[in-house]
């Protein structure tokens, strides 16, 4: 197996559930290691496979891609048949506007709602920076659903789903109000067999990074 994945921990690292559930969902065979986040030796360990220190990273023989985004450019290259961009220029150039705005964008909903697999469901206050962020993503979500009509953003699961994934754990995960065609959305991405099975490893997880939990000193689980 030519794929090597290096993630941090599957209950917190949104970067790393990207490209996972993107090879996942296409059918892309790759060998996975988990480092966790919070481990004495992490930068040490990721350093020595990437100069960044940060996770994901993918590995293809000496060829070394340690970015989420640049891992999915990087696999629809490699793998034109699990088709991660949409074939039609203009939907492509659509994917990847709004894969751009969500690579470098909504600062305040990253830092309010932390992506925490774990927890159980239950509302949390939103601020005006992180309702303005919801409502800007349930505007891209509905969009690209009217235009495609479903179930996924460009019609069929690509790279544009993967990156907007840990944000559907976060709405789902703080009960996030949304409307009628992004809980839809959710629903079918939730329902992946890959979803689940990210879910379930995370679950298992011993690691407890405070920074990550709203609700601390409480650790609420599942």
Known sequence: MSLHLII???NYSSWSFRPWLAMKVAGIAFEETLISLEAQDFKARVMAISGAGRVPVLIDGDIRIWESLAILEYLAEKFPAAALWPPQADARALARAIVSEMHAGFM???RHLPMNVSRPVKARPLDDGVAVDVIRIDAIWSECLAKAGGP???GAFGAADAMYAPVIWRFHTYAVEVSDAARIYMRAVMALPAWNEWRA??????????????DWPQVPRE
């Open 8 to 10: 941090g921990n599957k």
């Open 108 to 110: 305040a909903l990253r």
């Open 152 to 154: 996924f953003l460009f």
């Open 201 to 214: 490893a995370a679950r298992r997880e011993p690691w407890v990074l405070p920074h990550d939990e709203v």
